[in-house]
T-cell receptor
Framework: DTEVTQTPKHLVMGMTNKKSLKCEQHMGHRAMYWYKQKAKKPPELMFVYSYEKLSINESVPSRFSPECPNSSLLNLHLHALQPEDSALYLC????????????FGSGTRLTVV | GESVGLHLPTLSVQEGDNSIINCAYSNSASDYFIWYKQESGKGPQFIIDIRSNMDKRQGQRVTVLLNKTVKHLSLQIAATQPGDSAVYFCAEIGTSGSARQLTFGSGTQLTVLP
């Protein structure tokens, strides 16, 4: 299995909802990443998990809460989002924090209404 | 304002012609560079990479050139095909703290005309 799988592919949520995005990989990678991509812009790094520990938080608002329950899973919990948070959320993984080969998932298209 | 940057740089080429996509990177300490292709509704897909100790690397129909003096990267696609239509991003990787960090550059929308 050489893929990063993200679910759901599409999500519409209200500003008072709580939802979660899920990312899964079975390549034995020990670093996992969340990126946010707005339309016509490059992906921007949000969080880095290294060996299931949060190693980088790029000043992301607390309404985004990442979680890494085990080495294969990465979640992004969403609460009280704003319409401007609507974007494509991409998950990626690499063998480790010092390795350079990244595999990206297809993303979750999030719309906040 | 918000309207700045909403329009991706675009490149239109005839099918069968060669394409050249350019990118300027920002961090002189970056030592690894990747070109990604992103089709609508999909995540970035690896195309080709190059380490900073090289100035040229070739793949199948693609070539990456690196000019560290002016911090410039280019992607050449030979005999461009309709399936090459996508947004292309360059990315640079360097060490931030104790981890490697990938940063994307601005993208280019490539359209292949029949």
């Amino acid at each position: 299995d050489t893929e990063v799988t993200q679910t759901p592919k599409h999500l519409v949520m209200g500003m008072t909802n709580k939802k979660s995005l899920k990312c899964e990989q079975h390549m034995g990678h020990r670093a996992m990443y969340w990126y946010k991509q707005k339309a016509k812009k490059p992906p921007e790094l949000m969080f880095v998990y290294s060996y299931e520990k949060l190693s980088i938080n790029e000043s992301v608002p607390s309404r985004f809460s990442p979680e890494c329950p085990n080495s294969s899973l990465l979640n992004l919990h969403l609460h009280a989002l704003q319409p401007e948070d609507s974007a494509l959320y991409l998950c990626a993984s690499s063998q480790g924090p010092h390795w350079d080969g990244y595999t990206f998932g297809s993303g979750t298209r999030l719309t906040v209404v | 304002g918000e309207s700045v940057g909403l329009h991706l740089p675009t490149l239109s080429v005839q099918e069968g012609d060669n394409s050249i996509i350019n990118c300027a990177y920002s961090n002189s300490a970056s030592d690894y560079f990747i070109w990604y292709k992103q089709e609508s509704g999909k995540g970035p897909q690896f195309i080709i990479d190059i380490r900073s100790n090289m100035d040229k690397r070739q793949g199948q129909r693609v070539t990456v050139l690196l000019n560290k003096t002016v911090k410039h990267l280019s992607l050449q696609i030979a005999a461009t095909q309709p399936g090459d239509s996508a947004v292309y991003f360059c990315a640079e990787i360097g060490t931030s703290g104790s981890a490697r960090q990938l940063t994307f550059g601005s993208g280019t929308q490539l359209t292949v005309l029949p």
